[in-house]
């Protein structure tokens, strides 16, 4: 409880948290925070301006801009938080697994972590959606299976530092099982690891599957989704720049949130640095 101040002091941390916090809160509730249904087409409202019943426009199709950037939440913030989650839970067991077992586990899991990294993400990933085909579904598969070897990695290296402390190696004189041992003392002491690296990997996801969208990969029309919000812009970015205008804001805000919210997380993990911050 004492390192949780840190949030509070730093501004620009506490201003990040409620960005990230008011962005799922407004996905996860957006049948009731939209004012309109995302896919209501009023071609009687194409390209209209904002006014008091439409906060932010309409689009090319006459369709709320307002609902439809709620709505993109869920894909674009939520699902990539899902995948995330799958991601890290399949790295992190993995990881833990060859970090303290070594041997033949290490072996194995470390090798197939190597032909997985071996390749770019983006041309790993381009190649999963090749095989299975274009959607969300999809890509959040290829997240999945293209980041994994990147957590166990990162995570089978703090696990074998914590593995030969002393207090492990008493706890297996002691006749401690290994399980006991991973869940007590190696689990708890590997979690800021995990959490540093699950909130810095999360901002660079929600811009790949945007990126993705705005190709015509990823969320396909009518549905709402920032990247494919931008894609559909694109064709009156010159004529009409402000369609464009709220999903990249949405987008550059939530990331720079993650982005800060990171670097403070580290901070407050780390007690080195946390006293230089100090």
Same mark, same amino acid.
């Given at each position: 409880?004492?390192?949780?101040?840190?949030?509070?002091?730093?501004?620009?941390?506490?201003?990040? @948290?409620?960005? $990230?916090?008011?962005?799922?809160?407004?996905?996860?509730? +957006? %049948?009731?925070?939209?004012?309109?249904?995302? @896919?209501?087409?009023?071609?009687?409202?194409?390209?209209?301006? %904002?006014?008091?019943?439409?906060?932010?426009?309409?689009?090319?199709?006459?369709?709320?801009?307002?609902?439809?950037?709620?709505?993109?939440?869920?894909?674009?913030?939520?699902? $990539?938080?899902? +995948?995330?989650?799958?991601?890290?839970?399949?790295?992190?067991?993995?990881?833990?697994?060859?970090?303290?077992?070594?041997?033949?586990?290490?072996?194995?899991?470390?090798?197939?972590?190597?032909?997985?990294?071996?390749?770019?993400?983006?041309?790993?990933? @381009?190649?999963?959606?090749?095989?299975?085909?274009?959607?969300?579904?999809?890509?959040?598969?290829?997240? $999945?299976?293209?980041?994994?070897?990147?957590?166990?990695?990162?995570?089978?290296?703090?696990?074998?530092?914590?593995?030969?402390? !002393?207090?492990?190696?008493?706890?297996?004189?002691?006749?401690?099982?290994?399980?006991?041992?991973?869940?007590?003392?190696?689990?708890?002491?590997?979690?800021?690891?995990?959490? $540093?690296?699950?909130?810095?990997?999360?901002?660079?996801?929600?811009?790949?599957?945007?990126?993705?969208?705005?190709?015509?990969?990823?969320?396909?029309?009518?549905?709402?989704?920032?990247?494919?919000?931008?894609? !559909?812009?694109? !064709?009156?970015?010159?004529?009409?720049?402000?369609?464009?205008?709220?999903?990249?804001?949405?987008?550059?805000?939530?990331?720079?949130? @993650?982005?800060?919210?990171?670097?403070?997380?580290?901070?407050?993990?780390? %007690?080195?640095?946390?006293?230089?911050? +100090?």
């Amino acid at each position: 409880m004492k390192r949780l101040p840190y949030l509070g002091k730093n501004k620009v941390t506490a201003i990040s @948290l409620a960005i $990230v916090a008011g962005t799922l809160a407004a996905g996860i509730f +957006a %049948p009731w925070v939209a004012p309109h249904d995302p @896919l209501e087409v009023h071609m009687l409202l194409r390209f209209a301006g %904002p006014s008091s019943e439409y906060w932010l426009g309409n689009d090319h199709l006459g369709r709320c801009m307002l609902s439809r950037l709620i709505y993109g939440i869920r894909p674009s913030i939520l699902w $990539v938080l899902a +995948a995330l989650a799958m991601s890290v839970g399949i790295g992190a067991m993995l990881g833990l697994a060859a970090g303290y077992f070594k041997g033949i586990a290490d072996a194995v899991i470390m090798r197939a972590c190597d032909v997985m990294l071996s390749f770019p993400g983006y041309v790993m990933t @381009l190649a999963v959606i090749g095989i299975l085909g274009v959607g969300l579904e999809n890509i959040l598969i290829a997240f $999945v299976i293209t980041k994994w070897a990147w957590f166990a990695r990162v995570i089978r290296t703090s696990v074998i530092h914590y593995a030969e402390s !002393e207090y492990v190696k008493f706890a297996k004189m002691l006749g401690v099982g290994s399980f006991l041992i991973i869940k007590r003392h190696i689990v708890p002491v590997s979690l800021k690891d995990i959490a $540093v690296l699950s909130s810095s990997s999360f901002s660079s996801m929600i811009l790949q599957l945007s990126g993705f969208s705005f190709l015509g990969l990823g969320i396909q029309a009518p549905q709402a989704e920032w990247g494919m919000m931008l894609n !559909e812009a694109r !064709e009156v970015m010159f004529s009409r720049p402000e369609m464009m205008l709220a999903p990249g804001l949405a987008m550059i805000a939530v990331v720079s949130a @993650l982005n800060f919210l990171s670097d403070s997380l580290q901070i407050l993990l780390d %007690p080195k640095l946390r006293k230089e911050a +100090a």
